[in-house]
């Protein structure tokens, strides 16, 4: 059975730039949620995508934007980057989608802002 | 509103038991975690409680819930070097999925 999965690993970019990450979701999984995490701090919320539709969204501007495909896959898109977008984003991967239901993580990509 | 609290750091010898604690203030939540993260890498699930649940025991690990006061702890028994990771509480909210985190914390397990 793969694990969630997330590309690149890394990546640089400066400000005003545009970005897109990736994750694969675990095999059989059908739900997939975003989190942001700063250095030393939690990770925070940022959306959750649900049978490609959006199921859910955190405290975050208009240019933090998702896609989900029919293969359950997911995108990450940040437009007009920001020096403090700089972070760990993270990909959670869930069997059933909604509330209560289990998350696995993957690796995460490194983003930073210059 | 929606809060996690943890305490930042613990340090123990190896073979102690640790014991990390977490308060929340979601009285709806139904189900809480404890996940765990190595340097550089993702989160890593642990375990965790449903909340009609007071105690829950897996290999090493034992959860209690304190529902009243809404508070969880972590308690990692005979605690090894490899245990040495940042530790985070989380909460699920509502029927978004969305799970809210603690700032974690960092247990250090001393030789």
């Known amino acids: 059975e793969t694990g969630v999965t997330q590309s690149p690993t890394h990546l640089i970019k400066t400000r005003g730039q545009q970005v897109t990450l990736r994750c694969s979701s675990q095999?059989?999984?059908?739900?997939v949620s975003w989190y942001q995490q700063a250095l030393g701090q939690g990770p925070q919320f940022i959306f959750q995508y649900y049978r490609e539709e959006e199921n859910g969204r955190g405290n975050f501007p208009p240019r933090f934007s998702g896609l989900q495909f029919p293969n359950y896959s997911s995108e990450l898109n940040v437009n007009a980057l920001e020096l403090d977008d700089s972070a760990l984003y993270l990909c959670?991967?869930?069997?059933?989608?909604?509330?209560?239901?289990?998350?696995?993580f993957g690796p995460g990509t490194r983003l930073t802002v210059l | 509103g929606e809060d996690v609290e943890q305490s930042l750091f613990l340090s123990v010898r190896e073979g102690d038991s640790s014991v990390i604690n977490c308060t929340y203030t979601d009285s709806s939540s139904t189900y809480l975690y404890w996940y765990k993260q190595e340097p550089g890498a993702g989160l890593q699930l642990l375990t965790y409680?449903?909340?009609?649940?007071d105690m829950k025991q897996d290999q090493r690990l034992t959860v209690l819930l304190n529902k009243k006061d809404k508070h969880l702890s972590l308690r990692i028994a005979d605690t090894q070097t490899g245990d040495s990771a940042i530790y985070f509480c989380a909460e699920s909210s509502g029927n978004t999925g969305k799970l809210i985190f603690g700032q974690g914390t960092t247990l250090q397990v001393k030789p």
């Open positions: 095999s059989g999984h059908n739900t």
């Open positions: 959670a991967s869930s069997p059933r989608g909604g509330g209560a239901d289990t998350q696995y």
């Open positions: 409680i449903f909340s009609n649940m």
